[in-house]
């Protein structure tokens, strides 16, 4: 199929924020129809027209919004970043106005990105069915990219970019035994009572080398607050070990220049997970491993 590509501002749309400036894209499609099982478009390479090499190689997709529709509804649309797929989402359809070309006939769909993926390509999946047309109006590409000008006394200078170090504070529940840890100083409620200043966890609204989503996780069972970087191993804890998911920070899976583990360690007779940033022993548990590396 052909596409056609125009810049509908402009120029490119900023808007800022403490640590970064969104960039919206808005690119217009011929009224081209899409035939076939799946058609993957790669929003990078259309970014990479309109935005520094260097800034692109660190920014984040945030969100895609596509106006389209399918003669019959059969057709979905997903994003693809970093080799995770977002949920498909529906695209409507009418068999009666599928071939009017005003705006008012189209279904306007808006996805978040499934990951930070700054590295990889980003993707726009189209798929429909071997019976029916898929039409892509237009495309809005919105991403973060890094602003150099706005590092504080609490940010660390990384790869070039700055990078905000939160703290995240530690509480203890007597009454459960379950160890949790936020950035918020204020206890959750219950008997949690602040135990200080635990470490800090890089934030940043754009991609850094090295840095990955680190989630946390309850299971209100056995009343233990779960923290991970492997979505391999969230995956089974959300599926088989029955704990729901609660937020997701960011962690680094490599060691930066001032930087130090994050070992966690277990208590088989409790279910507590206890995180720490040395290895010494504690009574009733043992080391597992080290989930990344954080700020003192």
Known sequence: ??????????????????LAKQVKMDFDYEYAIV???ETVISLKARAAER????????????????????RFGWGSVALRVDGVESESVRVTG????????????????????????????????LRGKSH????????????????????????????????????????????TGDHFYSPDPVSP?????????????????????GVLPFYRLYNGSVQDH?????????????EALHYGYEDTYQIFDVQKPGTIPLARFYNPATGDHLYKTDT??????????????VFP
């Open 189 to 209: 409620g219950g008997d949690y009572v602040l135990q200080g200043r635990a470490f800090a966890l890089p934030v940043s609204s754009y991609q850094v080398n």
């Open 94 to 125: 009418n068999p009666d106005d599928f071939d009017n070309p005003l705006f008012t006939t189209f279904d306007r769909v808006a996805i978040l990105s499934p990951a930070i993926g700054a590295n990889s390509d980003w993707q726009l999946v």
């Open 1 to 18: 199929m052909k596409l056609v590509f125009s810049v509908i501002c402009a120029s490119l749309c900023l808007a800022s924020t403490a």
């Open 226 to 238: 779960f923290y991970t970087a492997d979505r391999v191993e969230m995956e089974k804890a959300l």
């Open 35 to 37: 035939h076939g099982d």
């Open 280 to 293: 010494n022993p504690v009574a009733g548990y043992s080391m597992e491993m080290n989930v990344g590396f």
């Open 132 to 175: 029916d047309d898929f039409v892509l109006r237009r495309v809005v590409i919105e991403i973060d990219v890094p602003n150099p000008f706005v590092c504080t006394s609490q940010d660390v200078m990384m790869d070039g970019l700055c990078v905000h170090a939160i703290p995240m504070y530690a509480f203890y529940s007597m009454q």
């Open 51 to 70: 935005i520094d090499a260097n800034e692109l190689a660190h920014a984040m997709l945030a969100k895609v919004t596509i106006t389209a529709k399918t």
